[in-house]
């Protein structure tokens, strides 16, 4: 059965209870309440709302997602102003939290784990005088217009890509198809396809 | 073992109530039946916990059909993520940190039959009497913490743990042993 998303979405919002019947969306919440700059594509599942709440892009396209895609709790995008997150069909994000400042791209099939961190941009200038500046226009009242430019590099994760749990990416990082980073990995540098990464800095294991 | 927590706990905001192969020993706490949002254990005694232990805000049981979890007394397990189809045995006097991980395997999904390997025991992690698991540790399948060992904060252990060792880094080396 092949129902228009949009009448899903209005099923799902009329009878409640039913929502269950739909194996593609669950959860009771209003989907038309997301931003425009979002799009979604089709049979994905979001487990809750609270994944968007620190989204905040104001590009024309500020994240978007295949088909297919399964989202569940901890995932967070936390998207700023200038940041484009790109997901493509049939990925698995457990609990992935995306800080974007610039540009990250999951490729197709990736598998996400628990307490990850993916983030292209250090948020803070490394520069300690430029770091008080950054500290005085960020404060809660401060005028957040005179934070100093921060340096970003886009992080591309290729198809077939699995992320481990507690594994941080950080910026510039690019990940090759069908690479595996193990558990609490730190990746600073390139992956090679196929490749298996271990340890802080991630290495490639020589058995791999 | 006395189950003095009703099915739906007096506390709780999450208006499912605990699954009924759980049972809750007396003088614990647990934060809210959100821990079982992603709980398929169908086994006679899914999540067994004993007396005077607290599991506190962001602990979660991720079971597949088979998986199985028993916790012991006078643990605290402040926000661990157990994900497995397998058994996970916790002892008594146990600390468990922030956003640790116990799980079959470092690509386990929330309550899927995640069966990578085969011709494994059945017991997949196990944590003795004492030991103390640092923040954001990961204990993935066959890890067996010794009685009194130290994890340190991030470390990956998937290995046998000796008795008050101190384990740290990714992936986990045993850097000493606590002094007694």
């Not at chain 1, 009242?141 to 591309?156: F, I, N, S, W």
């Not at chain 1, 890509?161 to 690019?174: A, F, H, P, S, T």
Request: glycine share 10%; proline share 4%; charged share 20%.
């Amino acid at each position: 059965m092949t129902t228009p998303l949009f009448f899903k979405i209005l099923l799902v919002k009329r009878l409640g209870v039913m929502a269950d019947k739909f194996d593609e969306i669950k959860g009771t919440w209003n989907y038309t309440n997301l931003p425009k700059n979002i799009s979604i594509g089709k049979d994905c599942w979001f487990e809750r709302k609270q994944s968007f709440d620190r989204f905040r892009s104001k590009l024309d396209l500020g994240l978007k997602i295949g088909s297919r895609v399964k989202v569940y709790t901890w995932t967070t995008f936390n998207i700023e102003s200038r940041g484009f997150l790109e997901i493509e069909d049939d990925s698995i994000l457990v609990g992935a939290i995306f800080m974007c400042a610039d540009h990250i791209k999951i490729g197709k099939r990736v598998v996400v784990s628990y307490n990850v961190t993916i983030a292209d941009s250090d948020f803070h200038p490394v520069n300690p005088s430029e770091r008080i500046e950054d500290a005085i226009a960020n404060a809660p009242y401060g005028d957040k217009t005179q934070r100093p430019v921060v340096m970003t590099k886009p992080v591309v994760i290729g198809d077939d890509v699995w992320i481990g749990v507690g594994v941080i990416i950080l910026k510039g990082v690019k990940i090759g198809q069908g690479a595996r980073i193990a558990a609490g990995s730190i990746v600073t540098s390139d992956v090679p396809a196929g490749a298996t990464v271990q340890g802080n800095p991630a290495r490639v294991l020589e058995n791999s | 073992m006395k189950n003095n927590i009703q099915n739906q706990l007096s506390h709780d905001w999450y208006d499912q109530p605990l699954p009924s192969n759980v049972s809750i020993g007396k003088g614990s706490w647990l934060y809210s039946s959100y821990a079982f949002r992603h709980y398929n254990s169908t086994q006679t005694s899914g999540v067994i916990i004993g007396t005077n232990t607290g599991l506190y805000n962001g602990t979660f049981f991720d079971l597949g059909p088979e998986g199985k979890v028993s916790i012991g007394e006078y643990c605290s397990i402040v926000g661990a993520i157990i994900c497995t189809n397998k058994n996970v045995i916790i002892h008594d006097y146990v600390f468990i940190a922030h956003e640790v991980v116990l799980a079959d395997s470092a690509f386990a999904q929330p309550g899927i039959d995640n069966k990578e390997k085969t011709g494994c025991s059945s017991t997949s992690i196990e944590i003795h009497d004492n030991a103390w698991i640092g923040m954001r540790a990961v204990l993935l399948e066959g890890a067996s913490i010794g009685e009194g060992a130290i994890v340190g904060a991030g470390a990956v252990v998937d290995f046998q743990v000796p008795p008050y060792a101190i384990v740290a880094g990714a992936p986990g080396k045993i850097i000493g042993t606590v002094k007694k």
